[in-house]
């Protein structure tokens, strides 16, 4: 991934936030928070194509809370984990001066940089 050109030694890909899903979580527990995880990517790839749809344009913030309040209202703690963690990974990428495209994103790979703990 490409990082700012005034700071050279900066990492491209900085490590993402940990992940808390331990190993040893039932199958089903394991698919809410890969549902979390894929929902937020999609998430980040919807706001990205209206952010380019409307070039000059300011979204709507009323939206992208409503849709974001919508999918945390889901019941499973662990959907929110894995929803919040991708969110706090590209949140950190970006900051970082990553240019990440959600679309095209392994969010897996970036996820399982960092130990669980």
């Known amino acids: ?3 700012s050109q005034d700071r050279p030694g900066r990492p491209s890909y900085p490590s993402p936030p940990p992940c ?3 190993l040893g979580k039932s199958p089903d527990q ?3 928070y890969r549902s979390g995880v ?3 990517r999609d998430f980040l790839h919807e706001v ?3 952010l380019r749809e409307h070039a000059g344009k300011a979204l709507s913030l009323a939206w992208m809370q409503a849709r974001f309040e919508a999918l945390l209202a889901w019941d499973s703690p662990l959907f929110r984990a894995g929803f919040l963690q991708t969110l706090m990974a ?3 990428l970006t900051l970082e001066g990553c240019e990440v495209n959600p679309a095209s994103w392994d969010v897996d790979a970036c996820l399982a940089q960092s ?3």
Do not use: K
């Open 38 to 40: 894929a929902l937020a």
């Open 1 to 3: 991934m490409p990082h």
């Open 48 to 50: 990205q194509c209206d």
């Open 115 to 117: 130990p669980p703990h």
């Open 20 to 22: 808390t899903l331990a």
């Open 30 to 32: 394991e698919d809410h």
């Open 90 to 92: 590209y949140l950190l």
